[in-house]
């Protein structure tokens, strides 16, 4: 167990609705990271966020959204969805930006657009 | 430039054999290699990490090489074992104006026979 949690474990959802994805950090982990997994495009960084603060930004679509909130925990908006946002969405936590800080994964949310 | 190239994309190896897995990366922006072990139904793992000032750095029964000249690094698995069976990802890190990005490459699933 990595310590970070992500709710829900799954999400099933029609095209063109919206959906919210939560990430608690691990404790003390001031840095939030999201990645979507998907057999085609492999794992890829979407977003980072620092304290509250959007950090870095990787291939994140126009129709996701994330933020940090004060208690540190994030979420991930996705709306508009198509089939092809179907997927593991990952978040990570590290204490800080930075190779010195390991990312600890959580267990995933995985959507289904159907 | 922004690609971790990753091979193969599977392997069997028998139980005491060694497992390598190579990677190559274009950005000499890189300051950071990352190895994440991905068992099915968990999120990636950190492995081994290694800075491109170190050519080698080994923990455990883990290896990894790094050709700084060539932008190239690789994983060995000695002794492999059934339990190292999983999906291997290299990946490559870079700091920037506060916010850290991770690129990964495919992914490399490991079978160890027993």
């Known amino acids: 167990d990595s310590g970070v949690t992500q709710t829900p474990k799954h999400l099933i959802t029609a095209t063109g609705q919206r959906v919210t994805l939560r990430c608690s950090p691990r404790s003390g982990d001031l840095s939030v990271y999201w990645y979507q997994q998907s057999l085609d495009q492999g794992l890829q960084f979407l977003i980072q966020y620092y304290n509250g603060e959007e950090r870095a930004k990787g291939n994140i679509l126009e129709r996701f959204s994330a933020q940090q909130f004060p208690d540190l925990h994030s979420e991930l908006n996705l709306s508009s969805l198509e089939l092809g946002d179907s997927a593991l969405y990952f978040c990570a936590s590290s204490v800080a930006p930075g190779s010195t800080y390991e990312q600890y994964f959580g267990p995933g949310t995985r959507l289904t657009v159907t | ?114």
């Open chain 2, 1 to 114: 430039q922004q690609q971790v190239k990753q091979s193969p994309q599977s392997l069997i190896v028998q139980k005491g054999g060694i497992s390598i897995i190579n990677c190559a990366y274009e950005n000499t922006a890189f300051d950071y290699f990352p190895w994440y072990q991905q068992f099915p139904g968990k999120g990636p793992a950190l492995l081994i990490a290694i800075r491109p000032d170190v050519s080698e750095k080994k923990e455990g029964r883990f290896t990894i090489s790094f050709n700084k000249s060539a932008k190239q690094f690789s994983l060995h698995i000695m002794d492999s074992q059934p339990g190292d069976s999983a999906t291997y990802f290299c990946a490559a890190g870079t700091l920037n104006t506060g916010g850290f990005k991770t690129i990964f490459g495919a992914g490399t699933r490991l079978f160890v026979k027993a």
